[in-house]
């Protein structure tokens, strides 16, 4: 059993918390993934962009990193994200937890369907919303590490690799959603079909908003390094104290073979 965390743009070396990261590569029918193991320990790093970042978030083998965990045996997955805020009552660079998904078209940015059985599987089913998709007991353990209150947000997934616009980001915000990125959604629901137990760790890093978003290339760089510094204390501490926990939504098969 082992516990994990996907780190995004505000991340992208071998070393996380003065600790040096040892590579790991795993390979999947998707594709080979260089795991970053934690030292001393059965924790381990996906870098979601590469090393160096060379991704873009249409680009990220969302199928090759989920089957890697899934190999190590991950039973605790913590995603994490820089996300644009959508509501004045969320703090910019402030690590929170999510709640609820918004993703009404399920499917991976490439356009095929967002599901580790694209073709039939043994495994394959339905995956069922239970509990929901981010794990309210791993949540739980994440909780009282935070400096903010116990707000969980919903969060909404746009593919990308363009930002969003004015228009899309009221339309998110009035469907509820309080964030969003171009990662995450993809990513919970593949290790939900898996059945790795997820947890979501978001920092804003602007106000999407308001629509007033700074654009140049030296803001950008700056907002991502306060991003990394607000989340970086908490994945260290996840790596060194979460615990895996039950899965709890469920997948409906129906037939075995």
Same mark, same amino acid.
């Given at each position: 059993?082992?516990?994990?965390?996907?780190?995004g743009?505000?991340?992208?070396?071998?070393?996380?918390?003065?600790?040096?990261l040892?590579?790991?590569?795993?390979?999947t029918?998707w594709?080979?993934?260089?795991?970053?193991?934690w030292p001393?320990s059965?924790?381990w790093?996906?870098?979601?962009?590469?090393?160096p970042?060379?991704?873009?978030?249409?680009?990220?083998?969302f199928?090759a990193?989920?089957?890697?965990?899934?190999?190590?045996?991950?039973?605790?997955l913590?995603?994490?994200?820089?996300?644009?805020?959508?509501?004045?009552?969320?703090?910019?660079?402030?690590?929170?937890?999510?709640?609820?998904?918004?993703m009404?078209?399920n499917r991976?940015?490439g356009?095929?369907?967002?599901?580790m059985?694209?073709t039939h599987?043994?495994?394959?089913?339905?995956?069922?919303?239970e509990?929901?998709?981010?794990?309210?007991?791993?949540?739980?353990?994440?909780?009282?590490w935070?400096?903010a209150?116990?707000q969980?947000?919903?969060?909404?997934?746009?593919?990308?690799?363009r930002t969003?616009?004015?228009?899309?980001?009221?339309?998110?915000?009035?469907?509820?959603?309080?964030?969003?990125?171009?990662?995450?959604g993809?990513?919970v629901?593949?290790?939900?079909?898996l059945?790795?137990? %997820?947890?979501?760790?978001? +920092?804003?890093? /602007? @106000?999407?908003?308001?629509g007033? $978003?700074?654009?140049?290339? #030296?803001? %950008?760089?700056?907002?991502? +390094?306060?991003? /990394? @510094?607000?989340?970086?204390?908490? $994945?260290?501490?996840?790596? #060194?104290?979460?615990?895996?926990?039950?899965?709890?939504?469920r997948?409906?098969?129906?037939?075995a073979?």
């Amino acid at each position: 059993m082992s516990v994990a965390v996907v780190l995004g743009s505000a991340f992208g070396q071998e070393e996380l918390g003065g600790r040096v990261l040892a590579p790991h590569t795993v390979s999947t029918p998707w594709g080979d993934v260089r795991l970053l193991r934690w030292p001393d320990s059965d924790a381990w790093v996906v870098m979601r962009h590469g090393i160096p970042h060379r991704h873009l978030p249409h680009q990220i083998p969302f199928r090759a990193h989920t089957a890697a965990l899934a190999q190590v045996g991950c039973e605790a997955l913590l995603l994490t994200s820089s996300v644009g805020v959508l509501v004045p009552n969320v703090p910019l660079f402030t690590p929170m937890l999510l709640g609820d998904l918004w993703m009404p078209d399920n499917r991976l940015p490439g356009g095929g369907p967002c599901t580790m059985w694209p073709t039939h599987h043994s495994e394959q089913g339905h995956l069922v919303w239970e509990e929901g998709p981010f794990n309210q007991a791993l949540s739980d353990q994440i909780a009282p590490w935070l400096d903010a209150s116990d707000q969980r947000l919903v969060f909404a997934f746009q593919a990308g690799p363009r930002t969003k616009t004015r228009a899309e980001n009221a339309w998110f915000a009035s469907c509820g959603a309080h964030v969003n990125s171009m990662s995450i959604g993809p990513e919970v629901v593949l290790a939900n079909e898996l059945e790795i137990p %997820v947890a979501g760790l978001v +920092v804003g890093h /602007k @106000q999407s908003g308001t629509g007033d $978003v700074p654009s140049d290339a #030296d803001w %950008v760089s700056r907002s991502l +390094v306060a991003s /990394k @510094q607000a989340t970086e204390r908490v $994945v260290v501490r996840f790596l #060194d104290e979460a615990r895996p926990v039950p899965f709890a939504n469920r997948i409906h098969r129906f037939h075995a073979g």
